[in-house]
């Protein structure tokens, strides 16, 4: 999706811009997993580092009939997507109620935000009407408002527009995170975006040392009360449209907030060193 604040692409395994890899066996590797499991999982994440929608139809292909595969055994699907939610995976989602938890990523409506800082993911528009379809067919989606740019999208006047057409189409809960640096984002904001944009969102971090926020050790956190009046803004944007507003946890470790599988029916015990992914090089 070429998004300028993503930490994936600064993995050591990452294929590099303009480039995908895509497992073609996926599949089939999760249907043998599946049949030698004594027992399954209730519940499989997406998109925790990709996105199973970009604009691709191989990409969209071998998502959506891994998810069928899921579905088809009452495994329940979570994902999180920038996408555009192909209708395949509508009529799926229509097809097993109950089992599809939808996320969809949006922070602002500005389409100049989009052209700077996430240039290939769906246009506001077409994330509003995924939102629209997911709610004709009874699911009702979470969004995740990740990452709140400091001075390009964390303005009261931002906010209330975003709240205002999110509630208008039926959204009741949402999720918010400032951004974070790690060094691969630090060099890719001065390379990606224009200099005065960079050093301005830079300055924010200045002085801040790297420390360990989730499974990264080297990430820079916005100053507390910055983002604290942030979230507040929001919050309060939120609360007069009916929004219910709750801080990302994983980001930000110095304040109370929930989790991304907060009332998905993971309890503790999936929650711990039990949780795996499906290793498709073996």
């Not at 999760?30 to 004594?38: A, G, H, P, S």
């Not at 109620?97 to 100049?112: F, H, K, N, Y």
């Not at 993911?121 to 997911?134: D, G, H, Y």
């Not at 820079?220 to 604290?228: F, S």
Request: proline letters at 6%.
């Amino acid at each position: 999706m070429g998004c300028v604040y993503c930490y994936a692409r600064g993995y050591t395994g990452a294929p590099g811009t303009g480039r995908v890899v895509l497992f073609s066996n996926l599949a089939l590797k999760l249907t043998e997993e599946l049949r030698r499991k004594r027992e399954r999982p209730s519940l499989v994440l997406f998109n925790t580092a990709s996105d199973s929608f970009q604009p691709h139809p191989d990409i969209i292909g071998v998502s959506v009939r891994v998810m069928e595969i899921l579905l088809d055994r009452g495994i329940t699907v979570s994902l999180l997507t920038k996408g555009v939610l192909p209708r395949r995976f509508l009529e799926m989602a229509r097809a097993h109620p109950g089992l599809v938890v939808a996320r969809i990523g949006i922070v602002s409506l500005e389409p100049s935000y989009q052209a700077r800082f996430e240039p290939f993911v769906a246009t506001p528009t077409e994330r509003l009407a995924n939102i629209e379809r997911l709610i004709s067919i009874g699911v009702v989606p979470e969004v995740r408002m990740d990452p709140v740019i400091p001075f390009i999208t964390d303005a009261t006047g931002s906010f209330e527009t975003l709240f205002r057409e999110l509630a208008a189409r039926g959204v009741k809960k949402a999720m918010i995170s400032y951004l974070h640096l790690r060094p691969a984002i630090e060099g890719r904001l001065k390379k990606e975006i224009e200099p005065m944009s960079a050093q301005l969102i830079g300055s924010m971090f200045r002085g801040a040392g790297y420390e360990t926020v989730g499974d990264s050790t080297m990430t820079k956190l916005i100053p507390h009360e910055v983002r604290r009046r942030g979230y507040d803004r929001a919050r309060e944007a939120a609360d007069r449209h009916g929004v219910a507003l709750s801080i990302c946890s994983c980001k930000n470790p110095d304040m109370k907030g929930g989790l991304c599988v907060d009332g998905l029916g993971v309890g503790s015990k999936n929650r711990g060193g039990s949780n795996r992914q499906l290793s498709l090089l073996e």
